[in-house]
């Protein structure tokens, strides 16, 4: 009998909640001889506040005898700015080699955008997740001072750019559209710009079948939100794709419903699934929080893992559920739960 | 008499269109007591390619002479990417030091939004002109090999972050709602994030009356589409305003209609202003370039030399103008200037 050794992260805030719905609806699409063992991990604020830690070496090796992790969401007010998006985020992205960072944007039936009309929006972005500003590269001389000088420093790789723009092009070649479309700034960051630009090129010969083009960065905003449809696979660095990513989760119905997966596609790691939003404390425990994200990223994981059926059948069951929404009065966290469980195993 | 005198740098595609009908509605705005000097500049894309020259010191030189600079766009397919960008619109930025690049995002009565509903739109961004990742620094080592690295450097300095926060809250301070909103990405870079937010939050304390927020970047682009009005006043780094001000563009009315100043406060150099909108070759030398943008510009110019009734009759004759525009058939780009120098000169 197979088995599905899952390693869970709660977090912080809304995280806890929307999570038990995302594992509601994986116990209930799995095949039954899918052996499920998941090992809760309390990653987050509480622990920092209470230990200092973030994420440990030890913490490190206990994740990494899973095939997957599931986390909620990561943040707190009470934690300066940048420790856990460092100190944990970060750096189990970079510790698990997470280069493909991949989030779908699809405006399903019966969901409201903020744009006008109903646009036709189903794309991808595979944003590369382990260099260019994130890197922690850069730093402070005469801190506090009229004299303070703060860098950052961009690194970018040709190893590191090959592999997700190969990435890329193998998710465009494999759908119906087979477009790609680099977006970058390389009219002013043209070391990394040249070095993106190039690879891409290069990679582009080898699919002769991918319709391929190139915008800048600021331009793709407008294209988001005028022409959403132009777009069906993009490929793009750590920031800019972190930026347009939530742009494009607010025109396809915001991040109630926007998955992500941080992918180490060697295996070598256990990949991340998570939604795009954040702990959101605001309304932490009140059972307002849409576990939509969450059941979308558990769809993901499937998929990562071979389980394309189940991932299919997850997805079926929030369109579905989405396309009945409208009108309802609003339900709750489980509730939400409870009905997508009951369609994934009908 | 008075006297302006004024640099004109039409440059590439619709640029020379579109400055053209700036010019005649300034021409028609400006005080009969008011001596209007112009002299005109070929930089862009031909003499790039006739002298292999974008801009010498001889050029900064003669630009220098005078009051400000309109430039219509520059920029052509025929120039390799980052040519005419750094070695044209970046260096005169740097050279003259405009260090507050203002865009200001107002969606008028009767101008089509892709937003859904008419949201009110009625903010500027302050964006850092002079620093950032815009400084050109950074490199690439083994160019071409599968070991190339490419590293581009943000630059902050608190001398460079404090002067566009000061003058951020100024402007929130003279506008009625009196609100101005830091936007980063503190979490992630951490090192020029501190910087910001430490000089925001120190600067803060002498603007008692002003209220302020941080929102990270990538958040800062969902609110511009699902809550435009909680903004007021925006300041923030080079590369995180650029990509923001095109979607601001794009939601309050499209790049046919924003307007924005590079802006040395100090006086130093003449400031320099201009459509945000390209130089859009598919479309040059056929009359379809919307001048509204260049004419809006051509306001920010005036205010900016003390001439504020001149800079609101162009802004209330563009107001009336797109008040008017929707269910008429599409007018040329010199009809639009003409109407536009009717209504400034009655
Ligand atoms: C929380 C933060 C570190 C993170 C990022 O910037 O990548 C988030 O915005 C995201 O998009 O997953
Ligand atoms: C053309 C380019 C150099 C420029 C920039 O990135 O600043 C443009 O996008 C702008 O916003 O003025």
Redesign the pocket.
């Known amino acids: 009998s197979r088995s599905l050794n899952l390693a869970v992260i709660p977090g912080d805030g809304i995280g806890q909640e929307v999570v038990a719905e995302g594992l509601k609806v994986l116990s209930a699409v799995l095949p039954q001889d899918v052996k499920l063992e998941t090992k809760e991990f309390d990653f987050g604020a509480r622990r920092y506040h209470a230990t200092g830690e973030t994420l440990t070496d030890a913490d490190l090796d206990a994740l990494k005898a899973h095939d997957a992790i599931l986390l909620g969401a990561i943040g707190d007010p009470s934690v300066p700015s940048g420790v856990l998006e460092r100190g944990f985020l970060l750096k189990l992205r970079f510790a698990f080699d997470h280069h493909v960072n991949l989030r779908p944007s699809k405006l399903l039936p019966g969901v409201a955008t903020p744009l006008a009309g109903q646009p036709e929006i189903d794309f991808v972005v595979v944003r590369e997740g382990t260099e260019g500003p994130y890197t922690g590269n850069g730093g402070t001389i005469r801190k506090g001072t009229e004299h303070e000088v703060a860098t950052e420093v961009s690194v970018n790789t040709a190893y590191g750019v090959e592999r997700v723009v190969r990435d890329a092009f193998a998710r465009a070649q494999a759908r119906p559209r087979k477009k790609l479309t680099l977006v970058h700034?390389n009219?002013?960051l043209t070391f990394a710009g040249h070095l993106w630009t190039n690879v891409f090129n290069k990679v582009a010969a080898e699919y002769p079948e991918v319709t391929t083009d190139y915008i800048?960065v600021?331009a793709a905003t407008i294209f988001l939100v005028t022409d959403p449809a132009r777009f069906d696979v993009i490929v793009t660095d750590n920031l800019f794709g972190d930026i347009i990513t939530d742009l494009a989760a607010a025109v396809s119905g915001g991040i109630g419903v926007a998955a992500s997966g941080n992918i180490n596609p060697s295996g070598d790691f256990p990949s991340m699934f998570e939604p795009v939003h954040g702990s959101a404390p605001d309304i932490a425990g009140q059972g307002k929080a849409d576990p939509t994200a969450t059941v979308l990223s558990v769809a993901l994981l499937l998929r990562h893992l071979g389980h394309e059926d189940e991932a299919v059948r997850i997805e079926e069951a929030v369109s579905a559920d989405l396309g009945e929404r409208g009108g309802l009065p609003a339900r709750s966290t489980s509730e939400i739960g409870d009905a997508l469980a009951v369609r994934v195993a009908g």
Do not use: E, G, S
């Open positions: 700034k009219n002013v800048h600021d």
